[in-house]
């Protein structure tokens, strides 16, 4: 079965770094692009950014540029998701994707991580 | 950025009622366009990409249209699993933009 499967929920503090992870199984992870998702609590979707895990191209977000780093580990076929410093309007809920067609930089989603909720309080 | 727009925002319905879904882009984007459902608690699922093709074991009430600017997700018979919030998305041109979503409920 092809799946992404994520990391569990996290809370933290403001200021405080973090990274999440997607590990695809069932396909050639190093063929597909994989993308990250931001949902807001009770809003729409928000397209972040993406990368190749074959040789770790990636692309971002005007919006993420800067705020977000998106990296991958291709022996382990996880990608990841960091932050340096989190602020509280980083709470959300963070899904990676699959594009659909193989080494398809700009693709439909047909794969959804279950997706990871991160939580920034003091 | 190409700006996405779907009408109407919230649509109420019976089930086995005929449902139509209106998504307009800022700019021509030719069939590069996708649609998602997503239910309450749950990750968006592919319905729909290249304007009008069906993702692999979706149900044939779920119909796709349009090229260029304006595009229309239809579901013919809606079941009680129909009930949740509809994306479109397009994959254009960087970056990818997701509508704002329609939620469909049960009148």
């Known amino acids: 079965e092809v799946q992404l499967v994520q990391s569990g929920a996290e809370v933290k503090k403001p200021g405080e770094s973090l990274k999440i992870s997607c590990k695809g199984s069932?396909?050639?992870?190093?063929?597909?692009?994989i993308g990250w998702v931001r949902q807001m609590p009770g809003k729409g979707l928000e397209w972040m950014g993406i990368i190749y895990p074959g040789d770790s191209d990636t692309r971002y977000s005007p919006s993420f540029q800067g705020q977000v780093t998106i990296s991958a580990d291709k022996s382990i076929s996880t990608a990841y998701l960091q932050w340096s410093s989190l602020k509280a309007s980083d709470t959300a809920m963070y899904y990676c994707v699959r594009h659909r067609g193989i080494a398809e930089e700009v693709d439909a989603f047909d794969i959804w991580g279950q997706g990871t909720m991160v939580t920034v309080s003091s | 950025a190409i700006r996405m727009t779907q009408s109407p925002s919230s649509l109420s319905a019976s089930t086995g009622d005929r449902v139509t879904i209106t998504c307009r882009a800022s700019?021509?984007?030719?069939?590069?366009l996708a649609w998602y459902q997503q239910k309450p608690g749950k990750a968006p699922k592919l319905l729909i990409y290249a304007a009008s093709t069906l993702q692999s074991g979706v149900p044939s009430r779920f119909s796709g249209s349009g090229s260029g600017t304006d595009f229309t997700l239809t579901i013919s018979c809606l079941q009680s699993e129909d009930f949740a919030t509809y994306y479109c998305?397009?994959?254009?041109?960087?970056?990818?933009?997701f509508g704002q979503g329609t939620k469909l409920e049960i009148k």
């Open positions: 069932g396909y050639s992870f190093t063929s597909y692009w």
């Open positions: 700019q021509g984007i030719s069939s590069y």
């Open positions: 998305q397009q994959y254009y041109s960087y970056p990818p933009g």
